[in-house]
């Protein structure tokens, strides 16, 4: 980082060790509730309401038997698991096929296409709310995934239309052409040849899909009512509701900790990646 | 153009087509179209009411004037801490201090994490038998009774720390950028004038940072009129007067009361407002273009 030659020191107004209390200070307060939520998962209900800090006296693993099986975390995750993939996959393929004929071919009423998506990101989400569930009923595809993939995709194209297509716009032409004179279909040049060349934006947008669509709640409150349909953060608001009336909170706080652990591996390890991201996307844009 | 290439872009861009037009721009327009009628969802009928809908809403509906000023409350409080909260913690962490890299992977974890799993663990925090915060407080309580901290007094001031806990992160990335972007030299040229670190900062890094700032208000006002899973879910699917936002209260209408016009109706309200504040936002925020 070029920060450390700048020596632009915040640390002498404020003196080294107040600047590092502070920075500490902030780390305690994201991470306490973390090491809290962690511990208090394996207590037992008398333990949960006898004190906060004890730490349990025997891990009550059961409550992680209970949330997966009883509660339903498992299946709720799985089910998460299946829509944001297909989801994730489907809109990275179609938006990039988009994003590709829209930055490489001059066409008749490319630039109103264009903007039409571009339009897409000013628009609160809730705005189609209403009439995308009576259309859904409509197309049957009402408490499907199916119905829910479709919502999913249709409102993560603007996004990652904007994203791929500032991407296939820095690519030379050259390439694209090399392959086309050497007989390769469009299609085949796109396929072979740009969308390989494209992996690092793509990977981009679809990290960024991955974690909207995983931790999305209002499209699938309103588009799913089966109990066995539901995605994650519907099925952990279920089980918060039911728990006020059961009280099993070790179960609760386990199947908390459940939902949070696909988030915190993907952090670790693309935590670049998504920090990258954000600064492209926000500074460009 | 060649007929192989027009084969090619009608397919590239026929599947995006399709589903954007169906499923984005059909039930947007058709919004701005229904917010006019009268409809509860189900009947075939639907009266035409006109602007019915909104006059009702502007001068007839107190719980919407209350959602409002909630939503007012979420967009002011929470932006003036984060902002000012990520503008220190990214001139600390470009200050060249150790341990850079770990604070700033640490601030921006609560970001990945669903809403909906936020809102359950800081239910748990401000729960009033088993709490992490109340067991925080004790020693400095001496004995008075625990707060209730999500009662109708204190629910709102109680949002705040949950959202910015879990949007300060981001913030704080995009500032790290903006000021890793300015060159070094500037600093040193106002150190040579004598220029202290409040200076330095007034004159160098706001002006030079003003865009990224405009960005992150502009995010911060548009997630503030749109919150709904915190309030929905901490409310445990009823929001009442006390916590109610235009989009749960426009939830409630549309899907509990079987007012699906009316509800219509306040999401273009919601609308509008996403796109006044927006303009408003960068209107204020505007200044003159510094090159550098």
């Not at chain 1, 339903?72 to 089910?79: E, P, S, W």
């Not at chain 2, 997630?223 to 879910?233: E, Q, T, W």
């Not at chain 2, 927006?278 to 090159?291: G, K, N, Y």
Request: with cysteine; proline share 4%; hydrophobic share 55%.
């Amino acid at each position: 980082m070029a920060a450390s030659a700048r020596n632009r020191s915040l640390a002498r107004p404020l003196g080294l060790a107040a600047l590092y209390a502070i920075l500490l200070g902030y780390a305690a307060v994201v991470v306490l509730p973390m090491i809290w939520l962690l511990y208090t998962s394996l207590k037992n209900n008398r333990e949960i309401f006898a004190s906060a800090w004890k730490l349990p006296e025997v891990p009550h693993w059961e409550n992680f038997v209970h949330a997966w099986v009883r509660a339903g975390i498992g299946r709720y995750f799985l089910n998460s698991a299946l829509v944001t993939a297909i989801s994730v996959a489907l809109i990275t393929l179609v938006s990039a096929m988009a994003a590709y004929a829209l930055t490489r071919f001059s066409f008749r009423g490319n630039r109103v296409i264009f903007y039409a998506f571009l339009a897409g990101l000013m628009i609160p989400s809730q705005l189609a709310l209403v009439p995308l569930f009576f259309l859904v009923n409509a197309m049957g595809l009402l408490d499907t995934y199916a119905g829910l993939i479709l919502v999913y995709i249709a409102f993560s194209l603007p996004f990652t239309i904007f994203v791929l297509s500032g991407f296939f716009r820095t690519l030379p032409h050259e390439l694209a052409e090399a392959s086309l004179i050497d007989g390769c279909t469009h299609i085949q040049a796109f396929w072979r040849v740009m969308l390989p060349l494209a992996k690092p934006a793509l990977v981009t947008a679809a990290i960024f899909n991955f974690l909207g669509i995983w931790n999305e709640y209002l499209f699938a409150l309103v588009l799913i009512s089966s109990e066995r349909l539901r995605t994650l953060p519907l099925g952990l608001a279920n089980l918060l509701m039911v728990t006020h009336y059961e009280n099993d909170w070790g179960a609760l706080f386990a199947g908390l900790v459940m939902v949070m652990i696909p988030t915190v591996v993907a952090y670790s390890l693309l935590q670049g990646q998504i920090t990258k991201g954000i600064t492209v996307g926000a500074l460009k844009g | 153009m060649k007929r192989d290439a027009r084969r090619a872009v009608i397919l590239f861009l026929l599947p995006a087509c399709v589903l954007y037009a169906v499923l984005f721009l059909y039930p947007v327009l058709s919004s701005l179209l229904l917010s006019l009628y009268d409809w509860d969802g189900f009947s075939r009928q639907r009266h035409f009411v006109g602007l019915g809908n909104f006059v009702r809403l502007l001068s007839d509906d107190p719980i919407f004037w209350i959602a409002l000023k909630h939503n007012a409350y979420l967009l002011s409080v929470p932006t003036v801490i984060i902002l000012a909260g990520a503008l220190f913690f990214a001139a600390a962490l470009t200050s060249g201090i150790h341990g850079a890299r770990f604070f700033r992977i640490t601030y921006f974890f609560p970001n990945v994490i669903s809403m909906v799993a936020i809102t359950l663990l800081w239910s748990f925090i401000y729960n009033p038998s088993f709490g992490l915060l109340n067991a925080v407080l004790k020693p400095f309580r001496h004995g008075s009774q625990p707060t209730v901290w999500l009662d109708p007094n204190h629910i709102m001031g109680s949002l705040v720390a949950p959202i910015v806990w879990c949007s300060l992160g981001f913030y704080l990335i995009l500032f790290l950028a903006g000021m890793e972007n300015i060159p070094s030299t500037f600093y040193d040229a106002a150190k040579v004038d004598g220029a202290n670190t409040w200076q330095q900062f007034r004159s160098i890094t706001l002006p030079l940072m003003w865009d990224v700032i405009t960005v992150a208000v502009v995010f911060l006002v548009i997630g503030g009129l749109r919150i709904f899973d915190l309030i929905y879910v901490m409310a445990l699917g009823y929001p009442n007067e006390q916590s109610q936002v235009i989009a749960t209260y426009l939830y409630e209408q549309a899907f509990n009361n079987a007012h699906m016009g009316y509800g219509i109706a306040i999401a273009v309200v919601l609308f509008v407002l996403v796109f006044a504040a927006t303009a408003i936002a960068m209107r204020l925020m505007r200044r003159e273009q510094v090159e550098y």
